[in-house]
C-alpha cells in the first residue's frame, strides 16, 4: 500500500510518530507501525494464558471454602461483596450474573468467562482480599518471602497485576508500546519488562510459563525486529 493512502485509512496524527521514530522513512514507518501490532499480538497472547490461570487457580482456592458458586453468591444479598466496601466489584459480577440469567445461560464457569482481568486484579485489593478470607497469596506458593524492606502481600500482588492490567488496556485501545516513553524513539524497554513481569508471576505460581507458553511465544522474536527496523 502507498503510504498516502495507509495514512488516511490510520491517520495523520498515528502515524506520524512511527515515521520521526524512522527518521522521516515512511516505509520504515507503516513497518513499524504493523511491528508494533504484531508485538501487541503477541503480548495479549501471554496476558490471556495469565488471566486463566490467574483466575482458575483463584477459583480453586476459594472453592473449597465458599462453595462451587462462591462467584454468583459473592454479589447476592448477604453475600461477600455485599458491603460499601466493595460496591464496585458486586456491580460488575451481579451485571454479568443477571445476563446470563437472563438468556438462561448461567454456570459457574461461564460467569468467570464473563469477568474481565480487573476483576481478578482487585481479588488482592484490601477489601476484596479480606472479604474472601485472605487465603489468595497461596495462589502463588513460590513467591518469595517479605523481608523487612520489601513485603509480598496482597498489596504487592495488586501491583503487579495492575501493571498487566495496564499493558492489557493499552492494548485492547491499540496504543502504542514499542517506544520510550513520552518519546518518539524506538524502545521496547516497557514490553519487556512486562513480560518479564509476567513470567515471573507464573513461576511464583508454581507454572513452568516456559512450557505452557511453547510454540505461541514470540515476544522476544517481536522486539528484535522492531529494534533492527
Not at 459473592?74 to 466493595?86: A, K, V
Not at 520489601?150 to 501491583?159: E, G, H, S, T
Amino acid at each position: 500500500m502507498k503510504f498516502k493512502d495507509f495514512e488516511d485509512v490510520i491517520s495523520a496524527d498515528r502515524i506520524r510518530r512511527y515515521v520521526n521514530a524512522c527518521g522521516g522513512n515512511v516505509q520504515k514507518g507503516m513497518t513499524l507501525y504493523r511491528y508494533n501490532l504484531s508485538l501487541s499480538g503477541e503480548l495479549l497472547k501471554i496476558i490471556s494464558c495469565f488471566e486463566v490461570a490467574l483466575r482458575n487457580r483463584i477459583n480453586r482456592t476459594l472453592e473449597p471454602h465458599l462453595g462451587n458458586d462462591w462467584l454468583r453468591d459473592s454479589c447476592l444479598p448477604g453475600g461477600i461483596f455485599d458491603n460499601p466496601r466493595t460496591q464496585g466489584t458486586l456491580k460488575i459480577i451481579g451485571k454479568a450474573y443477571t445476563g446470563l440469567m437472563a438468556n438462561g445461560a448461567y454456570t459457574p464457569t461461564k460467569l468467570m468467562a464473563e469477568m474481565e482481568f480487573g476483576i481478578w486484579k482487585y481479588m488482592y485489593s484490601g477489601p476484596q482480599y479480606a472479604a474472601t478470607g485472605q487465603k489468595l497469596l497461596s495462589v502463588f506458593p513460590s513467591k518469595p518471602k517479605s523481608t523487612p524492606v520489601l513485603r509480598i502481600d496482597n498489596k504487592y500482588i495488586f501491583n503487579e497485576l495492575d501493571h498487566i492490567n495496564q499493558l492489557r488496556n493499552r492494548i485492547a485501545h491499540h496504543e502504542r508500546i514499542c517506544f520510550a516513553a513520552g518519546l518518539p524513539v524506538k524502545s521496547v524497554s516497557y514490553a519487556q519488562t512486562e513480560y518479564q513481569r509476567i513470567l515471573k508471576l507464573f513461576s511464583w505460581m508454581g507454572i513452568d510459563g516456559t512450557g505452557l507458553l511453547y510454540g505461541m511465544d514470540h515476544v522476544t522474536e517481536a522486539c528484535q525486529k522492531i529494534l533492527s527496523l
